[in-house]
Every structure is written in structure tokens, then in C-alpha cells.
């Protein structure tokens, strides 16, 4: 069956914070130049919003451009933060305060708002059909489509109805083509098109490997006694080891609850390590457990971030089209932060866009002219005074890392005259298990600790059974012939969600993948040491629905 195309100016590959700011800030000038212009975003979640997942802070800098009246507006920016708190923990009891005089500038809060990013994405495509973009959610993009010349011509929907033998279904539906002058793929962390298009055009050339780390969130009701609104708490330490880094959150929010949460950076070593079970841990901890003893927990989810930084930043441009926010990696690390870059960035592709096809533009080109307003911008100047701040934290370890970046962001705004990489790859860092002793993790209380499965149930995660696996093997033998001998099959403990399994039964040993428990975290395509799984998008409407989060 042949696939049906439609023709658009711009064409937007996800419904994050940066493909709607794209969206809107390219309307916005069609409205002030009184040109015409037809926009397209297309997005995989259920809704928008549906995928979305984050601590989250927000730094309005970004939104007070887009939208300066915003508060008018009505976006949900409910809870201002009213104090900051950060803690060592240094064993399973003890915890210790930092004065706020010994915390880096760039982690203080003062001005900024707790959110839920999946709710304002959810009033970002408000105002971008408002100004009339056409949102289209349930679409994931499963394709690039390339020009004969080489450039991106758009892309194509994934099929829906196929069936997990690659037959086409009863309620077969071939995907649609989108055809766009330019296509802008905001598709967040470690977007499998994205990923793609990186390596056709040697994107990363020049620029630092990339890297990750996984967050783990929940959302908790907590008692009205308990409820701090605008309290923001950061910490690190235990329970990760001197080899693991990372740190917690815990933020209180609006209608008496807290979101709390992990992150493990993924270049850590110990192959029996799993973040999930880090964090059910992390919770019975004095200076958390205080905030939810008596709550509820209501939703959990998981989340890879791209964490390198500006060093780690790909050339953006490309024929035809660009990566933005997460897709590109412009989080700020130093202040764990990425949602008003992601912002930034994409008000900067949608002028870039909207200069070029004011002149006749047809498409297809390179569009160096936002290479040229990134590098003259505050998202530039932001990225490039944090550039050091990963790679300290790896290089001097927790202790003289945190001080480097203390003195560097205080004393010097992130303007010491030297640059810190680090070019080991996150998936080459884990070591094999004859250096290390199983971990037992307590078991689940069901109180303040759960399992993977219960905590699945509750991010409303969903996927047609009967449709071809998201997650590609490049050799279904390397999971039990290397990576279990060698790794104890790590799979079964990096993913939060409980997608892989070393089944024994009669015939023996067998490596079995759960899809539909995937959370799209994208964890499995960063840290397999094999580099055997790729994660593509499924059937449109598949994964987590995530509310309030």
C-alpha cells in the first residue's frame, strides 16, 4: 500500500519543550511578517505531554522571550522556589548540610519555578495551535526521508497494525509521508533519528563523546503537615559508591506533593550495580524519608539525559535540517537544567528557518546562519562557562571535583582558561564481574520502596503486544554468550523498567525482551558494553502516559 504525503514549510520530529518552542517562535513571525507558513509537529506520546519527564526547576529565561506575558497566558508555573537545601549523605543514617555559601552559583534557585514539564509542553501546544501549527500526536516518526542531493526531505509515520512477525494486520495503516523544507528533529535524549543522522553526517566531528546518565522519578501525595511548597532539596553520596557518580532531588511541589528522584551518571563500573534498586534504597534515608513518610506514591517514570555538555555538543546544522534541544545535547549540567536551553534552542532554529525561507528558501540547505546566532547568544555563553563541569566531576572524583567546580563557578563564572574532556565512552566503563561482589538490595517494603514491576503499573506504560520489537539486536547470541559471562548480563539491572530477563527453563538458558514494559528511556541503546540494542520508535500511541510529571 503506498504511503500518502503531505507538503509543509517546517516539519517538527517531537512535542518536547523545544520542538513547541520551534513551533511557536516560527508562527509568531509568520504573524509579525504577515507571511504564510504551514508547521507540522508530530509526536509519539498518546498526547503531548504523554512522553514528557523531568525533575523538573525552571528557569524562565527562555519562556519570558517566547512568552513574555506567560503569567496572562495562564502556563503552569504554580510553585515558585522559596528555599534551597543541599546534603552529602554519608552513609545509610547520616546526612550533611552544605551552607549555601559552599554551593556552587549555578545549583541556587532563587527566581525559579517547580514544575511539571509534561504539563507545560501540554499549554506549549495550546499556544502553538493558537497561532496555528498543526500538532499531531500519536504519529511517532519512524524514518528519515533524504532528497536525491543528499539533504532531509522530512519523514515518514511508522505503520501502525503490523504484526510481531512483520505481516501486515487486519487494522493495517501504512504510515504517512511529511515533506518540509526544513525539519527540526527535537526528539529528546538520544533520539533514534537523531542518532541516525549524527552519524550520516559526521555530526559529532570534532566534539567530545557524549554522556549520559539515567533519572529515575516518582510523584508523591504527601500529608498537608509535611508539605513545603517551593522547597527544593539536592544531594549526593550514598548510596552510590566512590566509583559511581550522581545525586538525588526531592522538590515540593503544589497540592501537597513532592517529586523525588535519581540520577546515576552511566559511565559507572560495577556491573551488579541497578540504578532502579539504588534509588528504592535511597528513599529510607533520614533526610528523604522525612518528606514521605506517610505519603502515597502516585507515579514513577525513567528518563536518559544528555549530560556532556558543550563539549559534547554535535554540529547542529545539517542539509535540510536541525537538532535541537536533548536531541542535541544543550542541558546545562551546572545547573541541572535543561529545559530553558532546550528552549533557547529552538527559538534560535525557528528564526534561522524563518531568515532563510523570507528569502525564497526552497530547502535543502545547511543553515549556517544559526550556527552563527547560537555562538552570539546567552544559551552559547551559558554551555561554554559550564563545559567543565562534567568532566571534573569524572577526572577528580566527587570530593576535589565539587571543589574545582566550586572555585570555577564562583570565583570565575566558569571562565578558567582551560577545558576538561573526557572521551571515554559511558558503555566501555563498566568492568567485569570477577571484580566485584554481587549486591544484595533489601527487599521492597511496599511502603517507601517497590518493585520494577508495580512501579511500571504506575507510569500507565502500554504497548500493542502483537507488533515487531522496538528493541533491535544486532546479534541475539551476544547477551548470553558474552555479555553474561563476562557483564552477569547487565540489561537485567540498567533498565528501570524490567525489559530484560535471563529466563532458565528445561532448554536452558534464554535472553527474553519485554517490550511492552519499555519506558523509553533509552538507556539500553547507551550502556549495553556490546552495543547490540537499538532502541527505534514503536507503534504511535505505544509507551508511558505520564500525568503530572
Known sequence: ????????????????????????????????????????????????????????????????????????????????????????????????????????????????????????????????????????PGFAAAEVLFNEDGSVKGVATGDMGVTAKGEQGPNYMPGMELHAKYTVFSEGCRGHLGKQLISQYSLYKGADTQHYGLGIKELWDIPAEQHKPGLV????????????????????????????????DLNYQNPYLSPFDEFQRLKHHPVLKRHLDGGKRV???????????????????????????????????????GTHTAMKSGMLAAEAIFDALSKDDEGGK????????????????ELYSSRNFGPAMHKFGKLMGGAFNYINQNWFAGRIPVTLHDNH?????L???????????????GVLSFDKLSS???????????????????????????????????????????VYEIIEDKGGQRFQINGQNCLHCKTCDIKDPAQNITWVTPEGLGGPNYPNM
Open 1 to 136: 500500500m503506498q504511503r500518502e504525503s503531505m507538503e509543509f514549510d517546517v516539519v517538527i520530529v517531537g512535542a518536547g519543550p523545544a520542538g513547541l518552542s520551534t513551533a511557536c517562535r516560527l508562527m509568531q513571525q509568520a504573524w509579525e511578517n504577515e507571511q504564510e507558513l504551514t508547521v507540522c509537529v508530530v509526536e509519539k506520546g498518546s498526547e503531548v505531554g504523554a512522553h514528557i519527564l523531568s525533575g523538573a526547576v525552571l528557569e524562565t529565561r527562555a519562556l519570558d522571550e517566547l512568552f513574555p506575558n506567560w503569567k496572562e497566558k495562564g502556563a503552569p508555573l504554580n510553585t515558585a522556589v522559596t528555599e534551597d537545601e543541599v546534603y552529602l549523605l554519608n552513609d545509610d543514617k547520616k546526612g550533611t548540610k552544605i551552607p549555601n555559601a559552599f554551593v556552587p552559583k549555578t545549583m541556587h534557585n532563587q527566581g525559579n519555578y517547580i514544575i511539571s514539564l509534561g504539563n507545560l509542553c501540554r499549554w506549549l501546544a495550546e499556544q502553538a495551535e493558537a497561532l496555528g501549527v498543526e500538532v499531531f
Open 233 to 264: 532539596v539536592h544531594g549526593s553520596g550514598w548510596p552510590l559508591d566512590k566509583e559511581t557518580s550522581g545525586g538525588f532531588f526531592l522538590y515540593h511541589t503544589d497540592n501537597h506533593q513532592v517529586v523525588v528522584g535519581l540520577i546515576i
Open 425 to 429: 565512552p559511558d558503555h566501555a566503563q
Open 366 to 381: 545547511d543553515l549556517s546562519g544559526f550556527t552563527d546566532a547560537y555562538k552570539s547568544s546567552w544559551l552559547f555563553d
Open 456 to 498: 511500571v503499573f504506575l507510569s500507565n506504560t502500554n504497548h500493542e503486544e502483537d507488533q515487531p520489537c522496538h528493541l533491535k539486536l544486532a546479534d541475539a547470541n551476544i547477551p548470553l554468550q558474552k555479555n553474561l559471562k563476562l557483564f552477569a548480563e547487565p540489561a537485567q539491572r540498567y533498565c528501570p523498567a524490567g
Open 431 to 445: 568492568r567485569p564481574v570477577e571484580h566485584y561482589e554481587p549486591i544484595r538490595y533489601p527487599k521492597p517494603d
Open 299 to 337: 507515579s514513577y517514570g525513567a528518563r536518559a539525559i544528555a549530560k556532556g555538555g558543550y563539549n559534547s555538543l554535535p554540529k547542529m546544522t545539517f542539509p535540510g535540517g536541525l537538532l535541537v534541544g536533548c536531541d542535541a545535547g544543550t542541558l546545562n549540567v551546572s545547573k541541572i537544567k
